[in-house]
């Protein structure tokens, strides 16, 4: 390509590490619907005739069917996708092929091509989270009121709903989407005609080539245009926390299916043996989606790294941009349909969650709230009394609400029969009713709220 300037080929170790065709090959789509955005504006604009035009359409739709057909050869002497299809265009149509580079450089070429894909990868995502949504509203639903634990520092901490605890995830996934909008409403603006970095002399229309890809605008800066790359780093950093909440969830499949907790329990499509252990039932597909969220975080780094030393615009260290955004977020697509597979797959067991739930003095905190409400104490000191009261079941090896109204009384002698309502773990959670908590009349009201709202959603995707 550059032979008029250079007298001889590259060597051979240059050629390896400078190819970027291995991995950028699957921009083909994004960078043959570009060039056919940009050879109808060339034409409208009068820079190239229209039968140019139609014949360089001509050829990018046939290189389309011969890479969508498995009969395209991607030659690694090319570099990259562009040149292969650029090629690949000369064989087809002869030297006008040629004219299709006028007015844009390989650097506004891949800004937008990179964009495209960019923009149909959150898209996808998008659709995968709102599918994991959808399967946890679901088990909410059903789950409205079955007890469990909630815990704090991994503690028995107060009695909350399965359903609740699956519309805590629904809302982590919730922001995750709409941090992953915020990128794509970002990136939606076009790169193509900032050519190398100056932009150029031709009488260029970027309006046109803008709107026929669905791109807001032109980017308007384009030194930016072709150094930027906000737009996947704001992807992976959205990526990166998407994959920290799979794996947090992940983290709880792994606890509940234990033997050690036996709230749940994942089928044989969702766990896997042992070569030595007959008994196993191991939740690998829940350990997978926690150890990948660290390779999605690596990405992100990975590429911030690229582009913290880069001054304007362009430089080929951005040729590192790829391969981690691309991996990264087909490792999130991978993590999100398993974790949405096993939500969907989990069976809770409410009697054992419900007997978890009873134990380590729960509802120590509704014992305190009751000497607030029945015997007008100040909180501090109902939380010292029940702090007591705690202390009197350790040393008789049993839970609050086992100890007799004799025992209560002997730490303050305000209780009476009636606080022994509020040591139940089922009523515990029916009277958590203010907003956002985990009554199960609130749950199922959310749990309906979102169902309603994704399958909407859904409809309209």
């Given amino acids: 390509m550059w032979g008029g300037r250079f007298a001889s080929s590259p060597a051979a170790i240059m050629e390896e590490i400078n190819a ?4 950028d090959k699957r921009l083909w789509r994004h960078d043959i619907v570009a060039s056919k955005a940009h050879a109808a504006m060339l034409g409208a604009s009068g820079i190239i005739t229209p039968h140019e035009a139609h014949e360089i359409t001509r050829g ?6 011969e890479i969508e057909g498995g009969t395209f050869d991607f030659l690694r002497a090319l570099e990259d996708i562009h040149l292969n299809v650029e090629s690949r265009l000369a064989e087809l149509i002869g030297p006008m092929a040629g004219k299709l580079h006028t007015a844009r450089s390989r650097n506004d070429q891949v800004a937008t091509d990179f964009r495209l894909y960019v923009r149909d990868e959150i898209a996808s995502v998008d659709h995968l989270l709102a599918e994991l949504q959808l399967a946890l ?9 079955t007890v469990m634990p909630g815990f704090t520092h991994l503690q028995t901490a107060q009695p909350v709903t399965f359903g609740h605890h699956c519309l805590a995830y629904v809302e982590m996934f919730a ?6 909008a915020d990128a794509s409403k970002r990136l ?7 050519a190398a970095l100056a932009g150029t002399s031709f009488p260029i229309d970027r309006d046109m080539t803008a709107k026929a890809l669905d791109f ?8 930016d245009a072709v150094s930027d790359r906000d737009f996947a780093l704001e992807t992976l950093a959205a990526a990166s926390i998407a994959a920290m909440h799979l794996s947090r969830l992940a983290e709880e499949i792994v606890l509940w299916t234990s033997p050690q907790f036996g709230f749940a329990r994942l089928s044989d499509r969702y766990s896997t043996g042992s070569s030595i252990m007959p008994q196993k039932r191991n939740p690998d597909a829940a350990e997978l989606v926690r150890a990948k969220a660290g390779r999605i975080a690596g990405a992100f780094l990975a590429l911030l790294m690229v582009m913290k030393g880069l001054p304007l615009a362009y430089a080929k260290d951005m040729q590192e941009d790829k391969e981690p ?4 977020l087909a490792t999130l697509k991978l993590g999100l349909a398993a974790m949405t597979g096993m939500v969907g797959d989990l069976k809770p067991d409410p009697r054992a969650m419900k007997k978890a739930a009873a134990r380590g003095h729960a509802t120590a905190t509704d014992l305190a709230d009751w000497l607030v409400r029945e015997a007008d104490l100040p909180f501090r000191e109902a939380h010292h009394v029940t702090g007591r009261i705690v202390a009197l079941a350790d040393t008789k090896a049993c839970d609050l609400a ?10 303050d002698p305000r209780l009476t029969e009636g606080v022994f309502a509020v040591l139940d773990v089922a009523k515990s959670v029916k009277s958590r009713t203010s907003f956002g908590g985990t009554a199960p009349a609130n749950v199922r009201r959310e749990a309906r709220k979102w169902i309603k709202r994704l399958k909407k959603d859904g409809e309209a995707r």
């Fill in 20 to 23: 970027s065709i291995d991995f």
């Fill in 60 to 65: 990018l739709d046939v290189i389309a069917a």
């Fill in 137 to 145: 509203a679901e088990q909410a639903s059903e789950h409205a009121a």
């Fill in 175 to 180: 922001r995750d989407r709409g941090r992953f």
């Fill in 188 to 194: 939606n603006e076009c790169p193509l005609g900032a």
């Fill in 216 to 223: 807001m605008k032109p980017c308007a800066n384009s030194l």
């Fill in 325 to 328: 955004t691309f991996d990264a």
């Fill in 402 to 411: 086992k100890l007799t109204l004799a025992d209560l009384q002997s730490v």
